[in-house]
Nanobody, 125 residues
Framework: QVQLVESGGGLVQAGGSLRLSCAASGRTVRSNVMGWFRQAPGKEREFVSAVSAISWSGSSTGYADSVKGRFTISRDNAKNTVYLQMSSLKPEDTAVYYC???????????????WGQGTQVTVSS
């Protein structure tokens, strides 16, 4: 079993930045894709970004079109942690952000096995 714990959410003004962290414990997720989804009030959960396992050639990343160029995902296998650096934040980025593991690089919510409890990100205009 894998436990995922997010941190780093909060309130920020439009144009600002935040960095989310997700620490995994339990079974190692070193060989798994890790990533982020988000859910805004009244909307379905949507894919944000994911990063593949790190191999000898590096790792691959995927991003939703809405965050490309503004968000950057990375992972530290030594710490079993994945990060989401969010810049140029917009009010429409306001949502609960969920860490996920054990799914495809880009996929639907039903394809991910492990989920964190979520962390709130609020962007004020």
């Amino acid at each position: 079993q894998v436990q995922l714990v997010e941190s780093g959410g909060g309130l920020v003004q439009a144009g600002g930045s935040l960095r989310l962290s997700c620490a995994a414990s339990g079974r190692t997720v070193r060989s798994n894709v890790m990533g982020w989804f988000r859910q805004a009030p009244g909307k379905e959960r949507e894919f944000v970004s994911a990063v593949s396992a790190i191999s000898w050639s590096g790792s691959s990343t995927g991003y939703a079109d809405s965050v490309k160029g503004r968000f950057t995902i990375s992972r530290d296998n030594a710490k079993n942690t994945v990060y989401l650096q969010m810049s140029s934040l917009k009010p429409e980025d306001t949502a609960v952000y969920y860490c996920v593991a054990g799914g495809p690089l880009v996929g639907g919510a039903h394809e991910y096995v492990y989920w964190g409890q979520g962390t709130q990100v609020t962007v004020s205009s």
